[in-house]
């Protein structure tokens, strides 16, 4: 089983800048892939960032936050961030960490954190 621990949500004027943190824990060896959803009131949830856990660290954006988000890795502490920049009020939504597991091919999802863009 894998626990998915996020940190980092908050409030934020428009223009401003947050970073998320989700740590991976419990039986992690099996993840592949991690990342970061978001919903909105009202909207359905959307895929913000994805990151491969492989050397190569392949990335995925969604078209809504492309050159504005980061998403990083630390292997060592099985730990993906998620460095917003430039946040305007259509970024107001719950991210929820989320991460593959490609032996139980299984979802893990974080239980979500808050952020509010004010203008």
């Known amino acids: 089983q894998v626990e998915l621990m996020e940190s980092g949500g908050g409030f934020v004027q428009a223009g401003g800048s947050l970073r998320l943190s989700c740590a991976a824990v419990?039986?992690?060896?099996?993840?592949?892939?991690m990342g970061w959803y978001r919903q909105a009131p009202g909207k359905e949830r959307e895929m913000v960032a994805l990151?491969?856990?492989?050397?190569?660290?392949?990335?995925n954006y969604g078209p809504s936050v492309l050159g504005r988000f980061v998403i990083s890795k630390d292997d060592a502490k099985n730990t993906v961030y998620l460095q917003m920049n430039n946040l305007g009020r259509d970024d107001t939504a719950v991210y929820y960490c989320?991460?593959?597991?490609?032996?139980?091919?299984?979802?893990?999802w974080g239980k979500g954190t808050l952020v509010t863009v004010s203008s």
């Open positions: 989320s991460a593959l597991d490609g032996v139980r091919l299984k979802d893990y």
């Open positions: 419990g039986s992690t060896r099996g993840l592949r892939a």
């Open positions: 990151i491969n856990l492989d050397r190569r660290g392949g990335l």
